[in-house]
């Protein structure tokens, strides 16, 4: 298939692309900046695209004809509460930009990466533990309200003009791989900081509970859900959902690998507000019921992939700032 990414620059494109590259697609990759040399490894085509210009969106998928198209490019939640409008250029304007340029361009089908940045406190009480589906949504963030509006529009999309969207709402990824910014960016620190010093002070609460994910999952979730069968799929966005440990978890858990590490909790308070207002756990029964969702990792199980991994990026000399 020849397949499109828009944002292949960032953490999920550094892993996708390869993965389908190795499937045999005819990838191409598409970002602001061009190919990073961290994404060297992973093949296939490179071009720059700016998704806030409507103009070159169009222009790029009418050239290509793209099949299908991963729309990845967003600005993550902790960057958009310091920018909120450039959050809302990219992850609003862009996937309406993206969406009619497909639209035009006839691609028969569409991949949005949504967020549990979409949940929020409603008014009238908690979030339910674990979190389904299908709940009022009341997120706090610019991210959160950008990414609702993208799972309206896929649905919107889907009903009117029958461009077969689908999307997950993907917990916190972890990977050996730049984070973007995002507000579960402390649990990585926790694996990073952990083998280049010994030590990690989190911008998080010792209990923070939040659902998170180790990447070969979330990319193989995105490669089973762009190839289910269309009739057995029920909704346009699913829920996903692998594990949801406590900070001081992932710690005990970073121990097995690195006895002696020492972590600290410094709350930040804006990144900490964001974290409160997501749910703690995820109810993907519909993700498993329709298209066989089912995660590989537990957190021990990532926590032993994961180390040797992170030693070797830095050893590689990755710069990682937070
Ligand atoms: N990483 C996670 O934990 C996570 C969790 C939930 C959802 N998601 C979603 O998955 C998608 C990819 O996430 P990621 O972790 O790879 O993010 P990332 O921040 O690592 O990468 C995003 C990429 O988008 C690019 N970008 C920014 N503005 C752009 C523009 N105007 N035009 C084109 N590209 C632009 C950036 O250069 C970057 O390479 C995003 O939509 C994100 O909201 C990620």
């Given at each position: 298939?020849?397949?499109?990414?828009?944002?292949?620059?960032?953490?999920?494109?550094h892993?996708?692309?390869?993965?389908?590259?190795?499937?045999?697609?005819?990838?191409v990759?598409?970002d602001?900046?061009?190919?990073?040399?961290?994404?060297?490894?992973?093949?296939?085509?490179?071009?720059?695209?700016?998704?806030?210009d409507?103009?070159?969106?169009?222009?790029?998928?009418?050239?290509?004809?793209?099949?299908?198209?991963?729309?990845?490019?967003?600005i993550?939640?902790?960057?958009?509460?310091?920018?909120?409008?450039?959050?809302?250029?990219?992850?609003?304007?862009?996937?309406?930009?993206?969406?009619?340029?497909?639209?035009?361009?006839?691609?028969?089908?569409?991949?949005?990466?949504?967020?549990?940045?979409?949940?929020?406190?409603?008014?009238?009480?908690?979030?339910?533990?674990?979190?389904?589906?299908?709940?009022?949504?009341?997120?706090?963030?610019?991210?959160?309200?950008?990414?609702?509006?993208?799972?309206?529009?896929?649905?919107?999309?889907?009903?009117?003009?029958?461009?077969?969207?689908?999307?997950?709402?993907?917990?916190?990824?972890i990977?050996?791989?730049?984070?973007?910014?995002?507000?579960?960016?402390?649990a990585?620190?926790?694996y990073v900081?952990?083998?280049?010093?010994?030590?990690?002070?989190?911008?998080?609460?010792?209990?923070?509970?939040?659902?998170?994910?180790?990447?070969?999952?979330?990319?193989?979730?995105?490669?089973?859900?762009?190839?289910?069968?269309?009739?057995?799929?029920?909704?346009?966005?699913?829920?996903?959902?692998?594990?949801?440990?406590r900070?001081?978890?992932?710690?005990?858990?970073?121990?097995?690998?690195?006895?002696?590490?020492?972590?600290?909790?410094?709350?930040?308070?804006?990144?900490?507000?964001?974290?409160?207002?997501?749910?703690?756990?995820?109810?993907?029964?519909?993700?498993?019921?329709?298209?066989?969702?089912?995660?590989?990792?537990?957190?021990?199980?990532?926590?032993?992939?994961?180390?040797?991994?992170?030693?070797?990026?830095l050893?590689?000399?990755?710069?990682?700032?937070?």
């Open positions: 298939m020849k397949i499109l990414i828009t944002g292949a620059g960032g953490q999920i494109g892993d996708l692309i390869g993965a389908l590259v190795a499937a045999g697609h005819h990838v990759s598409t602001l900046a061009p190919r990073p040399p961290s994404h060297a490894h992973a093949g296939g085509d490179w071009q720059r695209l700016d998704v806030t409507a103009a070159a969106v169009q222009h790029m998928f009418t050239d290509e004809r793209p099949e299908l198209v991963y729309h990845l490019a967003a993550l939640s902790a960057s958009g509460e310091a920018n909120p409008r450039l959050a809302y250029d990219v992850n609003q304007t862009g996937t309406w930009n993206v969406l009619e340029a497909a639209r035009r361009a006839k691609v028969k089908r569409l991949m949005f990466t949504s967020s549990i940045a979409v949940f929020g406190p409603p008014p009238s009480g908690p979030l339910p533990d674990p979190c389904p589906d299908d709940v009022a949504l009341h997120p706090g963030t610019m991210y959160g309200a950008t990414k609702v509006s993208g799972e309206l529009l896929c649905s919107y999309y889907r009903k009117r003009y029958d461009i077969d969207c689908r999307g997950v709402r993907f917990p916190g990824l990977s050996a791989a730049m984070p973007g910014g995002g507000s579960s960016d402390y990585l620190f926790m900081d952990a083998v280049r010093k010994g030590s990690y002070e989190a911008f998080a609460r010792a209990d923070t509970r939040i659902p998170l994910m180790y990447m070969p999952d979330g990319v193989r979730a995105l490669l089973e859900l762009a190839f289910a069968e269309r009739e057995k799929l029920s909704r346009t966005i699913y829920n996903i959902a692998a594990f949801s440990p900070a001081d978890e992932i710690a005990t858990s970073v121990r097995r690998a690195i006895p002696d590490a020492q972590f600290t909790y410094v709350p930040d308070p804006v990144r900490q507000g964001i974290l409160d207002s997501w749910p703690k756990a995820i109810d993907d029964a519909a993700a498993r019921r329709d298209w066989s969702w089912k995660p590989s990792y537990t957190l021990d199980a990532m926590t032993d992939d994961l180390v040797p991994r992170v030693r070797r990026m050893d590689l000399g990755a710069v990682l700032s937070h």
